[in-house]
T-cell receptor
Framework: DAGVIQSPRHEVTEMGQEVTLRCKPI?????LFWYRQTMMRGLELLIY????????DSGMPEDRFSAKMPNASFSTLKIQPSEPRDSAVYFC??????????FGPGTRLTVL | RKEVEQDPGPFNVPEGATVAFNCTYS??????FFWYRQDCRKEPKLLMS???SGNEDGRFTAQLNRASQYISLLIRDSKLSDSATYLC????????????FGAGTRLAVHP
């Protein structure tokens, strides 16, 4: 298995632009998580899905952030409009039935 | 109080040393516990799950003390390649399947 796949790996954009991050979870994993990591705040859970349904989005910072999971093999995290304070590494992870999470390589986002 | 607390370190140890990390958690109802490892500019990777009876994987030993609400990780015979940040992770209680990550303990193994 290729593991969790994320794209793009790096994204540099200007303030106000829309950013879309993509994730393909490991096949057979029913849970998908989106995290954000910064030096100041560490690893923060943004939202997670179970069987493509959003279960807890309490970590989503504000309305500028949205996430979807249209099917079991694909999820997106969108930021519109982006701001410099959104600069971070965004990780996607999928989870086994034994609660073991496997992370993707992350998307390093820089908003200028 | 944070839900999961760790000493941020860094722990600077020579090769071959034994080093131990502790982590405390606040929710006594937590049921699942893990140690993750994160290398610089990489994603966190599962190192090992922590079972009530304690468990060992090669040079790594994890222990759980429910009464005191702490988890430990012991690394024996440290290697240069063990240099990383070690994240203590607790699963939230109440039927939620989300993990609560500690801020991590940084380990630097030197020759």
């Amino acid at each position: 298995d290729a593991g969790v796949i994320q794209s793009p790996r790096h994204e540099v954009t200007e303030m106000g632009q829309e950013v879309t991050l993509r994730c393909k979870p490991i096949s057979g994993h029913d849970y998908l998580f989106w995290y954000r990591q910064t030096m100041m705040r560490g690893l923060e859970l943004l939202i997670y899905f179970n069987n493509n349904v959003p279960i807890d989005d309490s970590g989503m910072p504000e309305d500028r952030f949205s996430a979807k999971m249209p099917n079991a093999s694909f999820s997106t995290l969108k930021i519109q409009p982006s701001e410099p304070r959104d600069s971070a590494v965004y990780f996607c992870a999928s989870m086994t039935e034994y609660n073991e999470q496997f992370f993707g390589p992350g998307t390093r986002l820089t908003v200028l | 109080r944070k839900e999961v607390e760790q000493d941020p370190g860094p722990f600077n140890v020579p090769e071959g040393a034994t080093v131990a990390f502790n982590c405390t958690y606040s929710n006594s109802a937590s049921q699942s516990f893990f140690w993750y490892r994160q290398d610089c500019r990489k994603e966190p990777k599962l190192l090992m799950s922590v079972y009530s009876s304690g468990n060992e994987d090669g040079r790594f030993t994890a222990q759980l003390n429910r009464a005191s609400q702490y988890i430990s990780l012991l690394i024996r015979d440290s290697k240069l390649s063990d240099s990383a940040t070690y994240l203590c992770v607790v699963m939230a209680s109440g039927g939620y399947n989300k993990l609560i990550f500690g801020a991590g303990t940084r380990l630097a193994v030197h020759p």
